[in-house]
């Protein structure tokens, strides 16, 4: 089942939090999107209709119309670069990391394994003292 708000869908998903949690917080969550986007832009090309597939993969479920500003906004930023690329009869942009995102991402990396193993102790107990 998904919901969709503002072209903005999320895929039910009992292990992460309600869809109105969801929807609630997507401004913050776009911020997860867009760090899921440079990942995978340091690796390999990609263009648009393939990272909507692989964002649903992770339970975001975005509209071409919300992911393609946020490919904008990362190019504009110079996190990305696109190129067009013939296929077949048409034509399609294909994104890739540049050397900034490069250097955000590892940024990025360093951030999210910090913070990742204090998320996971949180589950298992309560804070005492705060
Ligand atoms: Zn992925």
């Given amino acids: 089942m998904a919901l969709s708000v503002k072209g903005f869908n999320i895929r039910i998903d009992k292990r992460a939090g ?17 760090l899921h ?10 263009y648009g209709q393939w990272m909507i597939h692989e964002l649903a993969r992770h339970g975001y479920t975005l509209s ?22 013939r296929s077949g009869r048409t034509f399609r942009r294909v994104y890739h990391a540049t050397a900034l995102g490069r250097e955000a991402n590892k940024l ?9 193993p204090e998320l996971r102790r949180s589950r298992s107990r309560a804070h005492a003292g705060d």
Avoid: C, D
């Fill in 108 to 116: 990025a990396k360093v951030q999210i394994r910090e913070l990742v």
């Fill in 18 to 34: 309600t869809v109105m949690a969801k929807m609630k917080h997507q401004e913050l969550l776009k911020g997860l999107i867009r």
């Fill in 64 to 85: 071409a119309g919300t992911l393609y500003p946020m490919l904008h906004g990362l190019e504009r930023s110079g996190y990305l670069k696109s190129r067009t690329e």
């Fill in 37 to 46: 986007i440079l990942h995978h832009a340091t690796v390999n090309e990609f």
